[in-house]
């Protein structure tokens, strides 16, 4: 579902078009203030899951997920959960807190209204991502992540047509793409 098919979240449609560069504002002072009412609208979003979990019922939740997210593509209810966490990840970052101690947080604020505590253990092994690095590994044949993929997407180093012939046929002995969900393997770039 693309963001104009979809009702307003926390972005509205014209919001949504703006960052992804669709749109650009008649002046500077237009934009300053769309960014303004973005950024304020994110805050406020923020401070709202506190009312969802104390207060929106679990039949409410779980029919977010069974009307809502089971009736898109698996992938995009994917996507969509992975990027809202991986946004609070950098906003916990950016805020100076230990993600780990939010995460543990969070998991047992969930797990305690079913009357019971959780451990959370968080290891975070970080490695720097290169277009050359990741050139090797498709030489290679290795499998690559989505994320690195879209590394080399968005890399000035690697030019898309040579990035799209390592992808051009499954029967042609190029690397598998490991998207990390259960329908794991994708093959077409």
């Given at each position: 579902m693309s963001g104009n098919e979809r009702g307003r979240g926390i972005l509205s449609e014209a919001d949504r078009a703006y960052l992804r560069g669709e749109t650009e504002f008649a002046s500077v002072q237009s934009e300053r203030n769309a960014r303004a009412r973005i950024r304020e609208r994110v805050f406020d979003a923020v401070l709202d899951f506190e009312v969802l979990v104390e207060c929106l019922s679990e039949r409410d939740r779980?029919?977010?997920v069974d009307n809502q997210l089971e009736s898109i593509d698996g992938t995009e209810a994917f996507d969509a959960l992975v990027s809202a966490v991986a946004f609070?990840?950098?906003v916990t970052a950016d805020a100076d807190l230990d993600f780990e101690t939010v995460l543990t947080e969070a998991v047992n604020l969930a797990e305690a209204s079913d009357d019971r505590a959780a451990t959370v253990?968080?290891?975070?092994?970080f490695q720097s991502l290169t277009a050359e690095q990741l050139r090797h590994k498709l030489e290679r044949g290795e499998d690559l992540s989505l994320t690195e993929i879209a590394f080399l997407h968005q890399s000035d180093d690697v030019r898309m047509d040579e990035l799209a012939r390592y992808f051009r046929d499954a029967d042609d002995s190029t690397p598998?793409?490991?998207d990390g969900r259960i329908q794991s393997k994708v093959t077409n770039f």
């Open positions: 779980r029919l977010v609070l990840y950098r253990q968080l290891d975070l092994t598998e793409v490991d």
